[in-house]
């Protein structure tokens, strides 16, 4: 079992930043991938970014070159470092675990960008 606890979201301008972070109970080097997704209102969740214990990442299209996936193995977490936000990008933000064959979920945190 992996407890995953998100923070660092909020209400930001279109333009602003933020950075979110995911706090693992598990000791992250053995946690084969980790990732956000995101959930707007009335669509279904969605891929943000992923990075692997190799160091790989992903993105989706939507956020390259805005968004970047980070990982600090001393403090068990994953980063999500959000720039140049659109309100497109309003959602609820979900840390993901992928360990041992199971998908585990944190409780989310929402991302409001609006003027």
């Known amino acids: 079992q992996v407890q995953l606890v998100e923070s660092g979201g909020g209400l930001v301008q279109p333009g602003g930043s933020l950075r979110l972070s995911c706090v693992t109970s598990e000791s992250i080097f053995r946690i084969n991938v980790m990732g956000w997704y995101r959930q707007a209102p009335g669509k279904e969740r969605e891929l943000v970014a992923t990075?692997?214990?190799?160091?790989?990442?992903n993105y989706a299209d939507s956020v390259k070159g805005r968004f970047t996936i980070s990982r600090d193995g001393a403090k068990n977490t994953v980063y999500l470092q959000m720039n140049s936000l659109k309100p497109e990008d309003t959602a609820v933000y979900y840390c993901?675990?992928?360990?041992?064959?199971?998908?585990?979920w944190g409780q989310g945190t929402q991302v409001t960008v609006s003027s």
């Open positions: 990075t692997t214990n190799s160091g790989t990442t």
């Open positions: 993901n675990a992928y360990f041992w064959g199971q998908n585990y």
